[in-house]
């Protein structure tokens, strides 16, 4: 690694004031994927900004009205681990148990989770891609079996994150804080996917800082689940995954929220397979349409086909087991 | 820019100099001779170099050094007790859970995080404590084997 500045932040203004001070500073929480972008010369950054001395930034609790507020340094582990979370959004543990590897899960953070880099094998190996400045996306054309079938720009990497499909099915949101203000965002509009005139991953600016990660409660009754399929059993990223959250009175569907992942830069909404679900009773036949509907639109490259009929399957396994689960 | 700071290793407190960049893995071993925990992939996939800090088991790879200042790290050669091999390490050897041994204090350390914490796991709660160890010997039964019988041996 090159030699850099390693700064312990005493508070949240602070850290934000070191971020303004120091254009070439970053924030070290887990450090898991900070750490081996430095090794491998994918990040420099001349001071590391440490947020782990903080007080306070690794809770978890509910307010007032019930909503999970995670700290964003809150470990994988200990979120997965928490009786709350047990009990009330089970989709967060589940998601996290298929995480990386139990080490990992130790060190890594909630917000480092969400804000970690794309995984592409160009683009973490010593390739001039697209996202280091090249002309054009490598994997397009060539090793695209890892690549995104939905809503790449000009670069098909995917965001890897386990951890954000079951945030964005709960509806949640990010606060973010920078010197002047404090805004809430929604982890919808959150991720952003890399363009030439806008290289970024997320909507985080870089004199910003995410402080807290909010939960909505979710309504009486409410299930989730997170199915992931690997290309072993354990310690392996998404080839493609589902969090799906279910919401129902009697046998009709209120609200459902599908979110895959491992197949687009940014955590990838079904919209259109919810609204054919959504006020309906989910007959077998229709939750068939359900998953037809979530990989409309999608764009395999040469070798990543597989993902579609992936992700078509987790939708239909996904479903038919919360509307199992919830009739007994 | 250097700095002095002190590691707790095994119970033993150790004052060193380090470089901001240097991990927990480098200091261990190249500056405090704690040679038993392993460097392998450097990057986070193999669990050789597995230590448990405030009990629970993590990367020394990915963890810089002066963060684990005033922590409570444990390597390998913390668990024996003079002659006496900790009952993990004994199970690995019984049950020949070892072959060419690079990956070993790796898996005894997410072992004894494991044991420490429930000691009577069931086969598929020791295979996701392991999940993140990396052996290309053994084919993982007899490691599995040793953990089982060491949390057994425990109660």
């Given at each position: 690694m090159r030699p850099f500045e390693h700064v312990d932040a005493t508070s949240v203004s602070d850290a934000i004031a070191l971020l303004k001070a120091e254009p070439d500073g970053t924030i070290i929480a887990g450090g898991t994927d900070l750490l081996d972008l430095m090794k491998d010369g994918l990040a420099s950054p001349r001071v590391l900004i440490n947020v782990k001395t903080i007080d306070g930034l690794d809770r978890i609790e509910a307010d007032a009205a019930g909503h999970l507020i995670i700290g964003p340094i809150t470990t994988l582990a200990r979120l997965a681990e928490d009786a709350r979370v047990r009990q009330d959004f089970l989709l967060l543990s589940e998601a996290i148990s298929v995480t990386a590897s139990p080490q990992l899960r130790n060190m890594a953070t909630v917000a480092g989770n969400v804000c970690q880099r794309p995984r592409c094998w160009y683009y973490r190996g010593t390739f001039d891609c697209f996202l280091k400045g090249g002309n054009s996306c490598l994997a397009v054309g060539g090793r695209s079996r890892d690549s995104g079938i939905f809503g790449a720009a000009e670069c098909a990497a995917v965001n890897p994150s386990d951890l954000a499909p079951a945030l964005l099915a709960l509806g949640a949101s990010v606060v973010i804080e920078n010197a002047k203000r404090r805004r809430e965002v929604p982890l919808e509009s959150f991720f952003t996917a890399p363009q030439k005139d806008r290289p970024g991953f997320t909507v985080l600016g870089r004199d910003e800082m995410i402080v807290e990660v909010k939960v909505p409660k979710q309504p009486v009754g409410s299930r989730g689940i997170y199915l992931k399929a690997m290309e072993r059993k354990t310690w392996s990223f998404a080839q493609a995954s589902a969090a799906i959250q279910l919401s129902r009175a009697e046998a009709r569907v209120t609200d459902v929220r599908i979110i895959l992942g491992g197949v687009a830069p940014v955590p990838w909404r079904a919209s259109a397979a919810e609204d054919v679900l959504r006020g309906k009773v989910p007959t077998g036949e229709l939750?068939?349409?359900?998953?037809?509907?979530?990989?409309?639109?999608?764009?395999?490259?040469?070798?990543?086909g597989y993902k579609v009929k992936l992700a078509k399957a987790l939708v239909k396994r996904g479903l038919a087991m919360l509307v199992d689960n919830s009739r007994s | 820019m250097k700095r002095i700071i002190e590691l707790n290793v095994n119970g033993v407190v150790h004052e060193v100099v380090v470089e901001p960049q240097r991990t927990l893995l480098e200091v261990l071993r190249e500056t405090l001779g704690y040679t038993g925990t392993k460097k392998a992939c450097d990057s986070g996939d193999c669990g050789a170099c597995t230590v448990i800090i405030d009990g629970r088991a993590v990367l020394s790879c990915l963890t810089l050094a002066v963060e684990?200042?005033?922590?409570?790290?444990?390597?390998?050669?913390?668990?024996?007790?003079?002659?006496?091999?900790?009952?993990?390490?004994q199970a690995f050897l019984d049950k020949g859970a070892i072959q060419c041994g690079y990956c070993t204090p790796?898996?005894?350390?997410?072992?004894?995080?494991?044991?420490?914490?429930?000691?009577k796991p069931s086969r598929e709660e020791v295979k996701k404590a392991i999940g993140g160890n990396l052996c290309r010997c053994t084919g993982y039964v007899k490691i599995l084997d040793a953990i089982e019988a060491a949390g057994e041996q425990a109660n």
């Open positions: 939750i068939e349409r359900v998953a037809a509907t979530a990989t409309d639109g999608a764009h395999p490259l040469g070798q990543n | 684990a200042q005033g922590k409570n790290i444990e390597t390998i050669e913390g668990m024996a007790t003079g002659d006496r091999l900790h009952p993990i390490q790796g898996l005894v350390l997410s072992a004894k995080a494991l044991l420490d914490e429930n000691p």
